[in-house]
């Protein structure tokens, strides 16, 4: 009996530990000041050739912060707390593995962003990353071709790449 007590003893008190020192949900935290209440995020840039990867891209990253935080997002720049600026300046897509037949089946897709939250309130930069990095892989179904579901992949690493970029940002790391 005294083994387990304590055993029990000692596990409380890593958790009273692990609870002090920081640890905390991932998702969770609010890296941005307090003052921030609305945000806004005009089109991002786009040198890349895809077709409508900024507006995706954009669109992405507001619903991933109307998801994930209390700010709310602000439709004009001049009425914002903080603005976000993103540029996009690369999108590959790289054949990873091959079917028995020869054909790309999952694929390597890479988005390169220069992205920067600027607080407009005290007029400096909370977050920035000249190149920021998103890699994911995308599946093909069997008898298709990357070009033929183009669109269905963009939007579905839109929605990574805002997730990461996001959480990126409220967590401060």
């Known amino acids: 009996m005294a083994k387990t007590t304590r055993f ?40 890349t050739t895809r077709y409508q990867l900024d507006l995706k891209l954009t669109q992405a990253v507001i619903n991933e912060f109307v998801s994930r935080s209390k700010v709310e997002v602000a439709a004009d720049n001049a009425e914002a707390d903080a603005i976000l600026l993103g540029t996009v300046q690369s999108f590959s897509v790289r054949p990873i593995a091959l079917t028995s037949q020869g054909t790309a089946d999952r694929y390597n897709i890479t988005v390169v962003a220069k992205v920067v939250l600027r607080d407009r309130v005290k007029n400096r930069v909370i977050f920035a990353n000249p190149s920021f990095l998103y890699i994911g892989e995308y599946e093909v179904g069997e008898g298709s071709d990357f070009e033929a579901v183009e669109t269905e992949a963009i939007d579905q690493i839109a929605e990574k790449f805002a997730r990461s970029l996001v959480m990126t940002m409220l967590e401060g790391f």
């Open 8 to 47: 029990v003893a000692a596990a409380l008190a890593v958790c009273a530990l692990a609870g002090s020192c920081g640890y905390g949900l991932r998702g969770t935290g609010a890296f941005l000041p307090e003052h921030i209440k609305t945000l806004s995020v005009p089109m991002f840039k786009n040198e």
